[in-house]
């Protein structure tokens, strides 16, 4: 199985993140993350390691606003060029605007990392973009692999991307590279996304709530109760010509393997009757049960079980790495749910 990796994410590590109640932590999503996933593969010679190819920005700017791609692109040079004596290691806004940004589009570089950014976990630096372009770009090699004939790849991607949204970054994600994988596929045969990362792929429901060539199902945590809150719900179905291309399985916290396998069950069957010809997988392992963000009790053994039900499907697969915050145990956990496509 191929896997694709570019070590540039090491340029992209916010020094820090504000949780809940104004706690400031050292960011969750830290480049070890894929040093430990990197570690697991290599000690097994059915995982071939590969540089991504690059293949330009038409295919994200498919998916994201350019005024959104060149805030990301500039906004931390701008920060350094701000007069002020603010501590400049990161970018991070203050402020959120109050109409849901209906709103002008702000002119100062504070006032768009307000518009543009949507929570503080999403802290901009020297390396993010760079970091997030390489990112889709593994992801985009991945969608390549499939087109042209593979059954199964691995992306290895990070930042992870089921958070940004068409025109924002937020939950440790600026590039949505799942959407940007998948919509490319879409334009190859009618595609599905099954997000299973233990937080609602938010952005990618945004991007693509309006289509019917691209259905969009996650299954994550209840927004009642957890990160991001604002969708995720399960009477969100999409919109327009989209309208029954989007589904969510909210889960109530605490939810252990059988009560999991139950409802992926019902994904898989909307899945199966969807009849796509690429599916693209959001894999975030923060639904195991010892992960410090997630509150879901998902075994190893379950997360091995879930790969085996969607690799059951018998569709060309690409698997994006999204969350997963336990580093002890992340590069096993990504071997046990790839074992399946071996
Ligand atoms: C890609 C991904 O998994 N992003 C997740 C972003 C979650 N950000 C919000 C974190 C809130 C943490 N709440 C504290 C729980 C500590 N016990
Ligand atoms: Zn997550």
């Not at 820090?16 to 430990?36: L, S």
């Not at 999991?260 to 894999?283: D, K, W």
């Amino acid at each position: 199985m191929k896997v694709f990796y570019n070590p540039t994410h090491h340029q992209h590590y916010p020094p820090f993140e504000v949780f809940d109640g104004g706690e400031k932590v050292v960011n969750f999503e830290k480049p070890e993350r894929m040093e430990r996933i990197l570690d697991a593969l290599q000690s097994d010679p059915r995982f071939e390691i590969c540089a991504p190819t690059d293949f330009g920005l038409a295919p994200i700017q498919a998916v994201h606003d350019s005024a959104y791609l060149d805030f990301l692109r500039t906004a931390y040079q701008e920060w350094l060029l701000e007069p002020t004596n603010y501590p400049k290691q990161v970018l991070l806004p203050a402020t959120s605007p109050p109409d849901g940004r209906k709103g002008r589009i702000p002119a100062t570089l504070l006032g768009r990392a307000g518009y543009y950014m949507t929570d503080l976990s999403c802290g901009i630096v020297e390396g993010t973009y760079q970091a997030a372009l390489a990112s889709a770009q593994c992801a985009l090699s991945g969608a390549n692999e499939l087109i042209t004939g593979a059954r199964q790849v691995f992306a290895l991607c990070r930042p992870p991307g089921h958070h940004a949204g068409r025109a924002n970054c937020a939950g440790y994600c600026y590039i949505n590279n799942a959407a940007v994988a998948a919509n490319w596929l879409s334009s190859h045969g009618k595609t599905a996304i099954l997000d299973i990362d233990y937080h609602v792929g938010n952005g990618t429901q945004d991007i693509f709530y309006e289509r019917a060539d691209v259905l969009t199902i996650s299954i994550h945590a209840d927004p009642d109760y957890d990160y991001p809150y604002f969708s995720g719900f399960a009477d969100e179905t999409g919109a327009g010509p989209g309208l029954g291309f989007h589904r969510n399985y909210p889960l109530p916290l605490g939810t252990t393997d059988a009560d999991y396998f139950a409802t992926l069950g019902q994904a898989l069957e909307r899945i199966r009757a969807f009849q796509p010809a690429y599916l693209v997988i959001s894999a975030g392992m923060d639904i195991y049960a010892e992960d410090p963000l997630g509150q879901i009790r998902i075994t190893r053994a379950g997360i091995a079980h879930i790969g085996r039900e969607i690799a059951a499907l018998q569709l060309p697969t690409l698997i994006v790495m999204e969350g997963g915050y336990n580093n002890a145990a992340l590069g096993l956990n990504v071997a046990a749910f790839l074992q399946a496509w071996l």
